[in-house]
């Protein structure tokens, strides 16, 4: 008779840790595919399936990972290359705009303008130094000591109430505007009104409606919607049904969120057979919780779909 195999505690460490070095491969052949293609045109559904996932999954992890998105990450190198471009060689400068992908001369100068802070011409005129964005490489550290314990969940659609803000990730603008945008609705009481009146779920924070090359996304502090009236210049939005992973974060915030949000992408997601689906990521913190202290506890919900 077949028995199954029982893993000892090190061989699960050790499976775990080459599936996580399997992802990271996949990814860093991702990035070999967009510098080799860089004066190319370069969809990012071509860039993804070199990683083995899709187009949404990718640019999650991506941006998660390296702090820029996809296609921010293609618009610098291709500016630093056309900046090398324009110094040694004579290549005139509308056919090195049309090499790396832009249609007319007047969005590349715009672009080039944004990121060198003058034009091409005058860097070419002026030898100028100019900014450099080089390639990036993945490093991931391996913690396999460290257990994550997560909860999969399956929950019908539901409706949130609340308010909202339209962000940039670039530049890591969210990370600012949203710390601003809680301690703006912490200070003029609209956080207090939500927990009067908040579900199980308790208070939550929810990114959403993710534009095409996920530059843009709306953040939307917000409570399940009960029976009450609810006020004028609050919004309410559907959460779509989904199956969740449900991570959590325990100690103050936002370190111990923050480091979660970094093991989700860096090891459970290389190390599972889940994909993140284009779907509002939430986070949901107790209504009267000390955010400060070091038992504190809230939660990361996580859309996903097995591969």
């Known amino acids: 008779m077949n028995r199954k195999e029982e893993l000892s505690p090190d061989k699960v460490a050790l499976r775990k840790e080459r599936t996580i070095m399997e992802g990271l491969q996949r990814m860093i052949a991702s990035i070999d595919y967009i510098e080799k293609n860089l004066d ?3 969809p ?12 949404f999954h990718f640019q999650r992890m991506f941006h998660m990972l390296t702090g820029v998105t996809v296609a921010d990450y293609i618009r610098r190198r291709r500016l630093t290359l056309a900046a090398q471009e324009l110094t040694h060689s004579k290549s005139k400068v509308i056919e090195i705009a049309y090499k790396y992908g832009y249609e007319t001369p007047e969005s590349f100068s715009k672009a080039f303008r944004k990121l060198h802070g003058l034009s091409p011409s005058a860097a070419r005129r002026y030898n100028q130094s100019l ?7 993945f490093q991931i550290q391996l ?14 659609a539901f409706r949130v109430v609340g308010k909202g803000i339209r962000t940039a990730t670039i530049d890591g603008q969210n990370h600012r505007d949203i710390p601003a945008f809680w301690d703006e609705s912490n200070r003029n009481g609209f956080t207090e009104k939500l927990v009067n009146d908040c579900g199980s779920m308790g208070l939550l924070g929810v990114c959403m409606e993710f534009d095409k090359q996920q530059e843009e996304l709306t953040y939307f502090i917000c409570a399940e919607r ?6 004028s210049d609050w919004e309410e939005k559907e959460i779509p049904a989904s199956t969740w992973a449900v991570f959590q974060a325990i100690g103050p915030v936002p370190h111990a969120i923050e480091k979660i949000w970094d093991r989700i992408f860096s090891e459970w997601f290389p190390s599972t057979g889940y994909e ?3 779907a509002p990521e939430i986070e949901a913190y107790p209504p009267n919780g000390d955010v400060t202290a070091e038992d504190h506890c809230c939660e990361i919900w996580i859309p996903i779909v097995k591969k």
């Open 40 to 42: 190319a045109d370069l």
């Open 44 to 55: 990012i559904e071509h860039v993804a399936m070199v990683a083995c996932m899709s187009r």
């Open 131 to 137: 900014k450099a964005f080089p390639r990036l490489s």
């Open 143 to 156: 913690k396999g000591d460290e257990e994550m314990n997560y909860r999969i969940v399956e929950k019908e």
């Open 226 to 231: 009960s029976n009450q009236a609810v006020p």
């Open 276 to 278: 993140h689906v284009d």
